[in-house]
């Protein structure tokens, strides 16, 4: 009975181990995807590539940026963007790193950090600005992964940012 035991435990702890590693594999996959994705996109941010980046969204997706209401929907997220580049913004440099993705069935939540600086009409500096941000990645039937909500905050003082940037 003992031994039945100890086999049923030790094949308990096989199947265990097997299966997280093979669970961490698939997440190093998924991290390594959505970095080279990330990556992409900031590039496209940087070139002014709006078409590009919204590419990456699903039709249905919902983007929550810091101090902007909600956009919900690919069109309400590309008006929002039109509207950005219409106002003078030009981003210099992007950079995001993935810190943590969790899948989740169909879904894949990423959390990270990013750094951005930008030019914007009427402010004597560059701004530069960091903070978090998490993303819900949503696996397509083709295998790709498209983001289907988008939130981020600063880690600076919006009120700091501007006195540092100067106005004129």
């Given at each position: ?38 990556g992409e996109y ?58 943590k993705v969790m ?56 009120m700091v940012m ?7």
């Amino acid at each position: 009975m003992k031994r039945t035991n100890l086999i049923s435990i030790s094949l308990f702890f096989v199947i265990f181990f097997m299966a997280s590693a093979g669970f961490s594999q698939t997440t190093a996959e998924y991290k390594t995807k959505i970095q080279a994705l990330q990556g992409e996109y900031a590039k496209w941010m940087v070139d002014g590539n709006f078409e590009k980046m919204l590419g990456i969204y699903t039709a249905d997706a919902i983007m929550m940026p810091s101090y902007q209401p909600m956009q919900d929907g690919i069109a309400a997220i590309r008006a929002a963007s039109v509207a950005m580049a219409g106002s003078g913004t030009k981003y210099t440099t992007f950079e995001l790193t993935t810190l943590k993705v969790m899948p989740n069935g169909n879904m894949i939540n990423e959390i990270g950090t990013y750094k951005i600086n930008a030019t914007m009409p009427g402010m004597d500096k560059p701004m530069d600005d960091h903070g978090k941000y998490l993303t819900i990645w949503e696996k397509q039937k083709d295998g790709s992964l498209k983001i289907k909500i988008d939130t981020w905050n600063s880690d600076v003082d919006p009120m700091v940012m501007m006195g540092q940037m100067g106005q004129k």
